[in-house]
């Protein structure tokens, strides 16, 4: 075969304009990535596969030119690339028509729905993993709930809703989310938790990992956009959470109950649908409320924009406020900008 | 000698290997092998692996290794490679 490969120009917009259209013929939409290269014969696009940090997408080749060893070139493409850029563990969404190609390719497969496919590949996995943790905190012979947590930041909103399910189970795993979307960056997020739970024996608090609302399980809960695409890909990330986690002894998952946001309350439906499948409960927690109504972090952030400490000190436990006065520059940045989360 | 500079060599086609060296969190050399032989030639794959480290001094690495059916020297050659460009 005469084809060459190019690695695109993500800044031309006739290039791109290129690759959207090819992807169209497959049913795929180009979303966020920082790398594309593709296949051509003369100016025609045969193939293509693109990625985002260390999530490889956007993987295509037109049926004729299937079965000839382009998929193994331009995955070593983006593979190589990925590995400079220091991934070394790597992630494929795919269509789960996809799989066989992938498994001679040496990924490994963490999920599959309907719709797509999540594999993964590199020094470690999510059996390494979920068996690590299960061994370094002894998780194996109790009855745990899970919670995963957001908490932008931690309000006496979170600290009730983990007080009460901490007595529902013998250990409580809190996973706080580790993506850096938030007004509030992660390491902050989480120290917040670990001090507001300091007093509760029997939870523990763990950084969410690649396999829980990361951009490897569910890239759009950050863009925020196709509804269709939101459910399809919290089916993806609750299958995980319902297949792996469940081996952590994990059989009910707590929730807050969402009266505020429409996406939050669409992922809690589909936990409902998911969860059970793996013998995993779910328990929806009526929100805390204080004498202005349902305590949540939107709210405070809300009131820190208009600097209503006295507010903020009736949403929030004394560790999470006294961290907020010292946290200036992150509200200077919350006044200018306006963040979803 | 501890591999401290990740380094690759190789591609996923046919008749060839991917070799990935990273540095090891553990102690000594350990070889993760993926490969559509594996059955007929994992062993021997892991000795030509082995022995190309050992040979060139390397005592402490974490390898990753893709193996589309390639041939000892293949296998060797690319691994020289990867050591080469991790110093």
């Known amino acids: 075969m005469i084809e060459s490969l190019r690695v695109l120009n993500l800044q031309s917009d006739e290039q791109l304009k290129k690759l959207k259209s090819f992807l169209n013929d497959f049913n795929l939409t180009l979303d966020a990535i920082d790398y594309a290269i593709v296949a051509e014969i003369g100016q025609t696009i045969i193939g293509s596969c693109c990625k985002h940090r260390n999530i490889l997408k956007c993987f295509a080749i037109r049926s004729e030119y299937q079965g000839l060893g382009l998929t193994q070139k331009l995955l070593t493409e983006v593979a190589y690339k990925a590995f400079e850029q220091g991934y070394y563990h790597t992630f494929i969404f795919s269509k789960p028509s996809n799989s066989e190609i992938f498994l001679s390719l040496g990924y490994k497969e963490i999920m599959t729905t309907d719709e797509v496919i999540l594999m993964e590949k590199g020094n470690t996995s999510i059996k390494d993993y979920i068996s690590d943790i299960e061994r370094k905190y002894s998780l194996g012979s109790t009855m745990n709930g899970a919670i995963v947590m957001n908490c932008n930041p931690f309000t006496l909103g979170h600290q009730y809703l983990i007080e009460t399910a901490s007595k529902q189970v013998d250990r409580l795993i809190i996973f706080a989310v580790e993506e850096d979307a938030s007004t509030f960056p992660f390491k902050d997020r989480f120290e917040l938790m670990i001090q507001g739970t300091k007093h509760l024996d029997n939870v523990l608090v763990l950084p969410s990992s690649f396999y829980i609302i990361s951009q490897a399980t569910f890239p759009n809960y950050f863009l925020r956009d196709k509804e269709h695409a939101f459910t399809t890909y919290a089916r993806l990330d609750l299958s995980i959470f319902g297949y792996w986690f469940s081996q952590l002894n994990v059989k009910i998952r707590f929730v807050g109950e ?84 | 000698m501890k591999i401290t500079k990740p380094a690759q060599a190789g591609t996923m086609e046919s008749n060839d ?12 050399i350990e070889i993760r092998l993926k490969s559509v032989v594996i059955k007929q030639f994992g062993k021997q794959i892991r000795k030509v692996a082995l022995e190309t480290l050992q040979n060139m001094g390397i005592t402490e690495c974490l390898c990753l290794l893709d193996d589309k059916g390639a041939l000892d020297y293949t296998i060797a050659a690319r691994i020289e490679s990867a050591v080469k460009r991790s110093l």
């Open chain 1, 258 to 341: 969402e009266p505020l946001d429409p996406m939050t309350d669409m992922y809690n439906q589909t936990m409902m649908e998911v969860l059970p499948k793996y013998g995993m409960q779910l328990k929806i927690i009526p929100r805390k409320e204080n004498d202005s109504g349902v305590i949540s972090a939107s709210k405070v952030r809300a009131l820190l924009k208009e600097d209503r400490w006295e507010e903020v000190a009736k949403f929030v436990p004394k560790t999470t406020y006294d961290y907020l006065l010292r946290a200036d520059e992150i509200i200077a940045k919350l006044k200018k900008y306006d963040s979803q989360h």
């Open chain 2, 17 to 28: 290997i991917y070799v990935q060296l990273l540095p090891a969190e553990g102690e000594g």
